[in-house]
């Protein structure tokens, strides 16, 4: 049924298709020339190498096969394919213990290339960047997402600039996707029981260098025309089809993995909306190694990781039970667990039968290990998933982060690209970063040439833009022309993108019109502006935003210096990047997770202006860039940035000295490039999740399924579970020793065994005092009593007794604690 191949080629050029097929294009523009030649026009229109291969006509590919020029270019390109394949990355260059055989990757989203448009926003395009990390570094990682005939919705806007949606249909055959085999060579199909129903899916393969990204589809001709819909909008449609999405995902996702017959460790969520994953890998481990649904569940969950995105309650995803119930019934039913118990597991109060069945909490207790996405949204998440862990100090809620980072080659300018590869050669992402910092010894005047390459080369590009949309709009041929004259090659660019979300506050700089015209219109240091984003076509509020950006961008006064750029997407965000000269975010803290949108200038020398949100909260100082509070009013957050524009940005731009540079925004560049760029590259944050995540999965996942470890587990927390309420503190005596406080507490286990538990002593942090956790140590039993010990320890006579609580928990060396047990009890 897969009926979709590659036209065939002329015997000489067959390298094409593997090169086109590859999305290793979207970051590796070595062969880009290749393409040019192929067929200029088309490439020019596109830059999609795929779409160049489809069209490109008969006659076009019969010339080329007999120019041995282009044939030896290729011939070329083919040898620099291979070496990158060859290449161990420096992952398997260093082999290590504990060592993941596959890690899957679950997202709702990737954003890979305008090419293949699975993405809505920062999420997809995150995956997409960590997938291409994956890749480089040779880390064993493959994709699962899904296969959107019409993906995220494009923005088209009209001449009162309203903004409107359309759906442009993802024809696979046209997609740089290939059909999906199984080991036998027969193209794979999933079935999956719904209520009175199969569903039948299709899967399909893109290739991301060393990593593939399965994909399944809904769009099969044996599936009811509802069905078929399923995977037919990225966020669309309401509850039912977002919970049938997820359980393609999900369930699908686990049961592809079988299909492939990869040997799978790590299952990686990013983001919730997988989370059904969770249920399917542990009931397919229960079936496979006979054992009961609990003991699986522990087997499995040591396995599965969890990243969170988002900082408020809202965006959980959550689901009416009758929902649940609905679709639980086929799909779970051999589980042996009951509907009861399947619905705790989403719930914060497993005996509320009203309360909505929600994945993030699904994802936290099926997950071993949690993360959030910067310092400041793991506060935030721990905050948030307190309800999880009654009675733990917020600060211990098992939810740590790994701040995101960006994949640099597919962000840099080929004018980055060039200075990068003077300083620190070709290869500088795929090694060690501390190559990185000798980018610290180019010229001034080179840093000063890269912002103004990329600068034209922007300002051309959003005149195109610009005259292609008010053409598309039916503007008269004369403003359409005007377009040409917009913006000015040698003005301080500022750029501003992203999603037209409340939090965001897109229009703050239109807080106080009048004093932003000044700044872009003054004669000696003018600014200008370019502005992106989508609002979400049921937020009518977005909208009036995008509006007023147009209308303001329209003023005459303004003579071309703001420019609105429609439909944002991966395309344009490139080029924003490399082109502005400072990127300007003013999200209100701490909504903003993380935001990657400003690391992508990083790497082209573009300066960061932000709330001290998210990553810039972490990577914010004084040298570098410049910062907002994003905590006050809106009122106060829009004077502060027009005051730091006014008086800092503007000026360090236009101060220039003889040699015409500007000294100290330079400065900042280099120290945005050489400090900032390293730290926030996905690399950093690929090697984080390897290293403190993965490796302790894979190890602990390998442990618990060796002998019968698992059940053990498993059997600990049902004991656990049953006698916790057991459990007390007696007599708390505090004794002066010397130089120290002698703690001696008494207490009571009941029926639970003395090796199972761990006694502490606490003390929050205070002014002037870390927090403190001291292990107390078992001594006599308590003479009369069953199950009644005395522990003990001591604390420096400094500090005050006080400060100090003992607490009990649970204890197993070979649990994730307190993610996979959170008992606790405090002596008072
Ligand atoms: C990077 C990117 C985003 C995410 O940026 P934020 O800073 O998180 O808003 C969204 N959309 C596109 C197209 C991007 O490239």
Redesign the pocket.
């Known amino acids: 049924m897969h009926p979709v191949l590659p036209r065939a080629l002329p015997g000489g050029l067959e390298g094409l298709t593997e090169l086109a097929l590859d999305l290793r294009w979207t970051w590796n523009h070595a062969v880009d020339a290749l393409w040019q030649e192929v067929d200029p026009d088309l490439w020019h229109q596109t830059h999609n190498p795929w779409v160049v291969l489809q069209n490109v006509s008969r006659h076009r590919l019969d010339e080329l096969d007999a120019d041995e020029g282009f044939t030896s270019r290729l011939d070329r390109a083919m040898d620099g394919r291979r070496r990158y394949f060859a290449t161990p990355g420096l992952c398997a260059a260093t082999p290590s213990e504990a060592m993941p055989r596959t890690i899957a990757y679950f997202s709702m989203e990737f954003?890979l290339s305008e090419a293949l448009p699975l993405?809505?926003?920062?999420l997809?395009?995150?995956a997409g960047d960590y997938l291409k990390t994956a890749s480089d570094l040779g880390v064993p990682m493959l994709g699962i997402g899904l296969l959107y005939q019409q993906g995220y919705f494009r923005q088209t806007i009209d001449n009162a600039g309203n903004q409107d949606a359309v759906y442009p249909y993802n024809d696979p055959t046209s997609l740089p996707i290939q059909p999906a085999f199984d080991p036998d060579g027969s193209a794979l199909e999933l079935d999956l029981p719904l209520p009175g129903r199969t569903l039948r899916l299709r899967v399909w393969r893109a290739q991301v260098g060393r990593v593939d990204l399965y994909l399944l589809d809904s769009n099969h001709v044996s599936n009811a025309p509802v069905d078929r819909g399923i995977t037919s909008r990225l966020y669309g449609g309401g509850p039912e089809m977002r919970l049938l999405q997820e359980v393609v995902l999900g369930i699908g996702g686990w049961r592809l993995l079988e299909a492939l017959g990869v040997d799978v460790d790590v299952c990686h969520l990013n983001e919730g909306h997988a989370a059904l994953l969770v249920l399917e890998r542990a009931r397919r481990c229960m079936h496979e190694r006979r054992l009961s649904f609990r003991e699986a569940w522990w087997t499995t969950r040591a396995g599965n990781v969890f990243t969170t995105h988002t900082p408020v309650a809202a965006g959980f995803d959550a689901f009416a039970p009758a929902l649940i119930h609905k679709y639980a019934k086929g799909l779970l039913a051999d589980c042996g667990i009951s509907l009861q118990e399947l619905m705790a597991l989403g719930r914060v109060d497993p005996n509320d039968d009203a309360e909505p069945f929600n994945m993030t909490y699904l994802a936290l207790r099926g997950c071993a290990q949690s993360s959030a996405v910067s310092r400041l949204h793991g506060e935030v998440s721990r905050r948030l998933f307190e309800r999880l862990y009654p009675r733990w100090p917020v600060h211990e809620v098992p939810v740590r982060h790994v701040t995101n980072g960006?994949h640099m080659p597919s962000w840099d300018s080929s004018w980055a690209d060039a200075l990068w590869t003077s300083a620190c050669g070709q290869d500088r992402w795929l090694r060690e970063s501390t190559c990185l910092a000798s980018v610290a010894t180019c010229e001034d005047a080179d840093l000063w040439e890269l912002a103004a390459d990329q600068r034209a080369d922007l300002v051309h590009y959003a005149r195109d833009r610009l005259a292609l949309q008010l053409g598309q709009r039916g503007e008269d041929p004369e403003r359409v022309s005007l377009a040409g004259q917009v913006l000015d090659p040698n003005i301080l660019t500022l750029g501003m993108?992203?999603?037209f979300a409340e939090y965001?506050r897109m229009t703050l700089l239109l807080h106080d019109e009048e004093r932003l015209v000044a700044l872009l219109t003054n004669t000696t240091r003018p600014v200008q502006l370019i502005v992106a984003g989508k609002a979400h076509p049921d937020d009518e509020a977005g909208k009036r935003q995008v509006r007023a950006w147009l209308e303001f961008a329209r003023r005459p006064c303004l003579a071309g210096r703001v420019v609105f750029l429609e439909d944002?997407?991966?395309a344009?965000?490139?080029r924003l990047?490399q082109g502005v000269d400072a990127w300007i975010?003013t999200p209100w803290r701490p909504w903003?997770a993380?935001?990657?949108?400003?690391?992508?200038a990083l790497v082209n020398g573009g300066l960061n202006v932000s709330t001290l949100d998210?990553w810039w909260a972490e990577a914010y100082d004084a040298t570098s860039g410049w910062a907002i509070d994003g905590g006050g009013g809106d009122a106060e957050d829009a004077h502060e940035l027009y005051r730091l524009l006014e008086d800092e940005i503007v000026p360090s731009f236009y101060e220039r000295d003889a040699h015409d540079i500007p000294r100290r925004w330079v400065a900042r560049m280099r120290a945005s490039m050489t400090r900032l760029a390293p730290s926030f590259s996905s690399n950093r944050m690929l090697l984080a999740y390897l290293d403190d995540f993965y490796r302790p999965a894979t190890r602990a996942l390998r442990k618990r399924k060796k002998k019968d470890s698992a059940p053990g587990l498993a059997e600990w927390s049902d004991t656990v579970a049953s006698h916790w309420h057991e459990v007390r503190f007696g007599d708390v005596d505090i004794t002066l020793d010397g130089e120290q406080w002698r703690f001696r507490a008494h207490v009571y286990l009941g029926d639970l065994p003395l090796a199972w538990v761990r006694v502490e002593l606490y003390a929050e942090e205070g002014e002037g005092f870390p927090m403190q956790c001291i292990p107390m140590r078992e001594g006599a039993s308590v003479s009369g009593v069953i199950g009644g010990y005395e522990f003990s320890a001591g604390v420096p006579a400094a500090h005050a007794p006080g400060r100090y609580t003992a607490r009990v928990r649970p204890w197993n060396d070979d649990a994730f604690l307190p993610a996979e047990l959170p008992f606790i009890a405090w002596q008072r």
């Open positions: 954003g993405y809505a926003g920062g997809g395009v995150l960006v993108a992203r999603r965001k944002y997407d991966l344009i965000a490139q990047v975010n903003e993380c935001g990657t949108s400003g690391m992508k998210g």
